[in-house]
């Protein structure tokens, strides 16, 4: 079993895809922090406060999971926190262009810590928390891509907006 890795993302809301990422890092690293970003430039649908508390729900039972979120720079974050290893996750391969320019930034900042790009099941690939927000929006059944309570809280803050 390897190192402490750190798995950032947004995760507005989590989704069956993030889970199955943090379940196959979980199988290769001793520990992994699930680090929810602040980013207030994808101007998430819900707060900080939500999402973290969604994650700690998801992974209650996962042994050598921990959830936080950060406010600064994620390779400051994994220094802070004495990790060597970022996780990504690739649905497709439109997803590459993104995350291997942000791979490749976060070397240039920080060349001590690795990226390790990881791909969900196949029956996730196509996820995202933004399509799913789009269906959720339009009274889609969600249960094969979240979590029941994922769901309901998703379709509550969407009702809310109306």
């Keep these: 079993m390897c190192q402490k890795a750190i798995y950032p993302g947004s995760f507005d809301p989590v989704t069956f895809g993030h889970i199955d990422l943090i379940k196959r890092a979980q199988e290769i690293f001793s ?8 980013n207030p430039h994808k101007k998430p649908l819900f707060s900080v406060k939500e999402r973290v508390g969604m ?5 209650s039972g996962f042994t050598g999971v921990e ?27 439109s997803d590459f262009e993104y995350e291997f320019q942000m791979a490749l930034t976060n070397r240039k900042l920080s ?42 809280a998703l379709k509550k803050k969407l009702s809310r907006l109306k």
């Design 67 to 93: 959830v936080e979120d950060f406010d600064s720079l994620v390779v400051d974050y994994a220094r802070k926190n004495k990790a060597k290893v970022l996780i990504r996750g690739l649905r497709m391969i």
């Design 31 to 38: 520990e992994v922090i699930v680090a929810v970003a602040h």
């Design 111 to 152: 060349p001590d810590i690795e990226t390790i790009f990881l791909m969900p099941q196949e029956s996730f690939s196509y996820l995202s928390s933004k399509l799913l927000k789009e269906a959720a929006s339009l009274g889609a059944d969600l249960s094969s891509f979240v979590p029941d309570f994922v769901e309901k």
């Design 55 to 59: 994650l700690k729900k998801v992974t």
